[in-house]
């Protein structure tokens, strides 16, 4: 398996996680792209409610008030210009415009932000059935991954580029003991 160059260069280029249900067993790793909406992270964090269907819900139900949100905008900037040939109250006019301004950033911004987060997962479900990868469901940590990978020979190369948080020294650096392989 090739190391692929993750797009952040502070990132390591794999997260580890078991895949599936009932596979808990089996540690994939996976690249950025590939983990998606993802499990839970080794480091915390339960994002095993980030499901593809729950989030398109969400999304779904967001799509109104982002569509209202810049109507109710054009509705307040209105009362404004009204507020200056004394058809309105300028005071009200004021805060249903910067009202309706902050609603606007935040419900359209955040339906964007939902949308953008559907595209990364469908194009991370292509990526997964690609090379046949089950879709990440609890992360485990880079010296638990590497356990696993050194027990099954071959199917990721055991660097210190790919495993770059684990806590056991490699081959050639200054801590390593040949013995630590057999105790670890």
């Known amino acids: 398996m090739t190391t692929e160059t993750p797009k952040h260069p502070a990132l390591p280029p794999y997260a580890y996680a078991t895949g599936g249900w009932g596979k808990e067993t089996v ?3 996976y690249t950025w792209d590939e983990w998606g909406l993802g499990g839970t992270h080794h480091s915390g964090g339960n994002y095993q409610a980030r ?30 210009i009204m507020s200056f040939f004394g058809a309105a109250d300028i005071g009200m006019a004021l805060v249903l415009t910067v009202g309706t301004a902050v609603a606007t950033v935040l419900f359209t911004g ?3 932000l939902s949308i953008r987060a559907l595209r990364d997962e469908l194009r991370a ?6 090379k046949g990868l089950p879709k990440p469901r609890y ?7 590497r356990k696993w990978f050194e027990e099954h020979p071959g199917t990721l ?6 495993f770059p948080n684990g806590a056991r020294p490699f081959p050639g650096e200054p801590d390593y003991l040949p013995d630590q ?3 670890a």
Do not use: C, H, M, Q
């Not at 190369?157 to 790919?162: A, C, D, V």
């Open 27 to 29: 540690i994939y790793a």
């Open 51 to 80: 499901t593809f269907t729950g989030l398109a819900v969400v999304t779904l139900i967001a799509t109104v008030p982002a569509i209202l949100a810049p109507l109710g905008f054009l509705f307040g900037f209105t009362a404004l």
């Open 110 to 112: 955040g339906w964007v």
């Open 125 to 130: 479900r292509k990526l997964r059935e690609a």
């Open 139 to 145: 992360g485990v940590s880079d010296d638990r991954a």
């Open 157 to 162: 190369e055991i660097t210190r580029e790919n």
């Open 181 to 183: 392989e057999k105790r």
